[in-house]
């Protein structure tokens, strides 16, 4: 739906540094944490010859770079893929393996980080206010209740980041600059959740591939002729312009997502015949686009749902 700028090459230097740091600090202490239970070293020294690819890469290096692990390491990417981990469970390398990776790429660490760098900075510095998934709702910071503290003191805000390729899956991912996607709740974690998009076709909100997305009111009749326009009346439909934007509608459920906002729909169309019926002289200086639509057409992508606001406005154009 929305294209994210990638950003300035001034945060991605500060996102490496902060992750380097901590990846150097921490895989020395991880390795001695182990002790002399065996890890697999090959994976964490190929993760650490290829950190800036890791941390700075374009969404279809990162993928490369995790294809190319799944087919070099294929034991450990079965094991972190597992849900139940009881598939594997005496096999100490994987899971000391998977430790050092957490604790070096630790996306809970850096989520933490509220001073300088962090997470929180990272959704500020790309300036978006509409999830790029579905164009629907808002990105807002997260709310969610700490431990052991009572009142105003015990919410605390997290930001909205969705692991394009899930970190479950993808662990040397979890803090990769262009795996990390500000995008609503509903996306993140009801629609989208862990559902590995590699090697599908599906487009990043930072890659090229553009999605475009038609909606339609054209099949919307009044129940009762002449009477007032319904919610229930209005009749919504989605179509992909192509494969890419197809799969996205049907990856992301847009258009069972989208009929719940028919009422927004219902006032566009009641406020087009509120204006059809001003008489000549008063309807030439209200705007019919600014009455109609309620902002203007170029700033649909700043308005949730804006765009499917946008092309019904220009549906029923006179």
């Not at 001073?115 to 969610?144: S, T």
């Not at 099949?219 to 179509?239: C, E, F, I, S």
């Not at 000549?280 to 749902?305: C, D, H, M, Q, T």
């Amino acid at each position: 739906m929305l294209k994210l700028k990638p950003l300035p090459q001034a945060e991605q230097e500060k996102h490496f540094k902060l992750l380097r740091v901590r990846f150097d600090t921490q895989v020395s202490s991880s390795v001695i944490a182990v002790g002399k239970d065996p890890y697999d070293r090959s994976l964490i020294d190929h993760i650490k010859n290829s950190l800036r690819v890791v941390l700075l890469g374009t969404p279809a290096e990162i993928e490369a770079f995790a294809s190319d692990v799944v087919n070099r390491f294929p034991a450990f990417s079965a094991y972190a893929v597992s849900r139940k981990k009881s598939t594997y469970p005496n096999h100490v390398t994987h899971k000391n393996t998977l430790t050092i990776i957490n604790k070096c790429l630790d996306y809970e660490w850096f989520c933490r980080q509220e001073n300088g760098w962090g997470a929180y900075a990272l959704v500020q510095a790309y300036q978006v206010r509409i999830c790029p998934y579905c164009q629907a709702n808002h990105v807002n910071l997260h709310v969610e209740k700490a431990k052991g503290v009572r009142g105003a003191a015990a919410f605390q805000l997290r930001p909205p980041l969705d692991h394009y390729l899930p970190k479950s899956a993808y662990p040397y991912l979890a803090v990769s600059l262009s795996n990390l996607v500000p995008s609503c709740a509903q996306c993140n974690s009801g629609v989208k959740t862990a559902g590995d998009p590699r090697g599908k076709g599906f487009a990043h909100p930072l890659d090229t591939t553009k999605i475009s997305v038609q909606f339609s009111s054209r099949g919307t009749l009044r129940k009762t002729l002449n009477g007032p326009l319904q919610a229930n009346d209005v009749v919504l439909a989605l179509k992909g312009a192509d494969g890419p934007s197809a799969s996205h509608v049907r990856e992301f459920r847009l258009q069972e997502r989208y009929d719940w906002y028919r009422h927004e729909i219902k006032d566009l169309l009641d406020r087009d015949e509120q204006h059809r019926d001003l008489n000549g002289k008063l309807r030439s200086v209200i705007p019919r686009e600014l009455y109609v639509l309620g902002f203007l057409e170029a700033n649909a992508e700043e308005r949730a749902i804006g765009l499917c606001l946008r092309d019904i406005y220009r549906e029923i154009s006179p």
